[in-house]
Structures are given as C-alpha cells and as structure tokens.
C-alpha cells in the first residue's frame, strides 16, 4: 500500500483536511499543528475527531504526521525560546492524543552560535522534558539541509540527539528528500548507499516517514529550497525510486512541494501511476 499526501493548507478541522486530502488522491497528510510560526492552538472538537476517524477509516489512511511550528528552536541560545519550545511540544503531544498514534514532527533547532553539541545537547534535554510514558504518539526528528546552524543535518547529529534521550521508543526520523539532497546524501545515485548509511548510523527500524521534495539547488548546498516533483535537482526518477523502495514499504510519503491543491492532486497521481508501473 502507498501511502502518500501532501502538507495540507487546510485550518478547518482535522475532518476537513481529510476531505480535502480524499479529494487530492491522498491518503495520508501533514498539518501545521499551530500557525507555523507558533501562538495559540484552535480548541479541538470531538465532533470533529469523530468524523475525521470515520474517513480516514473509510478511505484506508496510513498514520498522518503533524509538523511543529517551525520557529520552535529546542536549542535557543536564548531561555524564553526553549520555555516556547518546551511548553509548544507539551500542550502539541497531549493535543496530539485526540487522534492516537500518529507522529509528531519537528525540526531539531538551530544552536545558533552556540556550537552542535550544545545543540544537541539541549534538544536531548527538552525531549526528555516533554516525552511521557503514557503518549501514544510517536515524535520524530526532521533530517535538515544544514542551513544557517541547523543542527540534524548529518545522520550522526540524529543519531547524538536520540542517545541522549530516556524514552528512545517514543522517538522515531522523518527523512526529508530536498534536505537530505541539499546536506550532501547523494539520492539520486546511491539511494542504496544513503539508506545503508541511515541503518549503520541510525537504523532503518527508526524512519517512520519521509518528506517527499524536489530541490532547487544541488548536492550538498546546504540551501533548504523546496522544488515541485521533476522540476528540481533531484528529478521524478530519483523520486519514484524512493516511494517504490523495498525498505521503505508502508510508510507515509508527504508532499511540501510549491503547490496549491491541484498542482499536488497532480503530483500525487503522477506518482501513484509511477509506483504502480
Ligand atoms: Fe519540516
Ligand atoms: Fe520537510
Ligand atoms: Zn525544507
């Protein structure tokens, strides 16, 4: 089964981002689990949650996966920025039990100056801080382009976070094509190579799902520019090779290409066609 959908501009309710993913040929999604660049979270309506289960159910969908707001910075030089970090994934994993044992996705930060392993370090700390035995939810750590001082660029990086954590099972990756590409992980060439890579390092029992990104810019530049299916660096072939690989059967595939809802209904079925050759 594939599993495939796009990150959903949709804010009416989890029930109307289903729809609206049904109507793309989706059958999973992302959502911005608050305005991407944080406050308040809308109050959420078990009216909605029921709806949302009934067609998710009825139309067969894999597990969805929220994305943080990406102003979260789990490693901010600056203490009030981590206060919002911290309470931001707090207040998302319980909202997140609303709809049970999907995932939670997040950029592991920027150590902005303050050098990778205080980086890594604080973005250990503040998993430790939020992560609970009781959740249901599964949260993953984002592969990142390396851009500015991102930290989660390099396998190994994720691989520091995850050893740092207590509650390890909680914790799974989410790859992101365009970033990957752009941090220098050649899968164009040797989408082998870079899977074996990801199993020595971090394990392939931990990719929980993938970001599915053309990239505007080329290997290894560090530039985080996402491009539309085929009009990138990375090209259509690389990207049906990675849905229809061996090792990454079952798990959700999500669109964050430039695109409004008829451009990513056409990606989507493009890339069902491909899979299905
Ligand atoms: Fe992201
Ligand atoms: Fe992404
Ligand atoms: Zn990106």
Same mark, same amino acid.
């Given at each position: ?16 981002? &289903? ?15 608050? %305005? ?39 490693? &901010? ?19 997140? @039990? ?18 990778? @392993? ?98 505007? %810019? ?12 085929? @009009? ?26 430039? %695109? ?15 899979? &299905?050759?």
């Amino acid at each position: 089964m594939l599993y495939i959908g796009n990150h959903t501009t949709s804010s009416k309710g989890y029930a109307a981002m &289903a729809r609206q993913m049904i109507a793309n040929g989706g059958n999973t999604f992302a959502f911005f689990t608050r %305005n991407p660049r944080g406050g308040k979270a809308k109050a959420i309506d078990p009216k909605d949650i029921e709806a949302y289960h009934q067609l998710a159910s009825d139309h067969h969908f894999g597990k969805i996966v929220a994305h943080a707001p990406y102003t979260l910075n789990a490693c &901010a030089a600056k203490e009030n920025l981590r206060v919002f970090a911290r309470e931001t994934m707090a207040d998302d994993l319980a909202r997140m @039990e609303m709809i049970p044992g999907n995932y939670y996705n997040f950029h592991p930060g920027s150590h902005v100056g303050q050098g990778t @392993e205080m980086g890594i370090q604080k973005i250990a700390e503040i998993l430790n801080d939020v992560l609970t035995d009781t959740q249901s939810t599964t949260v993953l750590l984002e592969t990142m382009s390396g851009k500015g001082s991102e930290v989660g660029a390099t396998f190994e990086e994720i691989r520091a976070v995850i050893d740092l954590v207590d509650r390890k099972e909680k914790l799974g990756v989410c790859l992101d094509t365009c970033h990957v590409w752009d941090g220098g992980y050649d899968i164009v060439n040797d989408m082998d190579g870079v899977l074996a890579e990801f199993d020595r390092v971090i394990g392939l029992s931990n990719l929980k799902a993938i970001h599915l990104n053309d990239s505007l %810019n080329g290997l290894g530049s560090h530039k985080d520019r996402h491009a539309k299916i085929g @009009e990138g660096q990375i090209g259509l072939e690389a990207l049906v090779n990675v849905i229809r690989h061996p090792m990454l059967q079952g798990i959700p595939f999500i669109l964050e290409t430039p %695109n409004d809802d008829e451009g990513w209904t056409r990606e989507i079925t493009l890339l069902r066609e491909k899979y &299905a050759e």
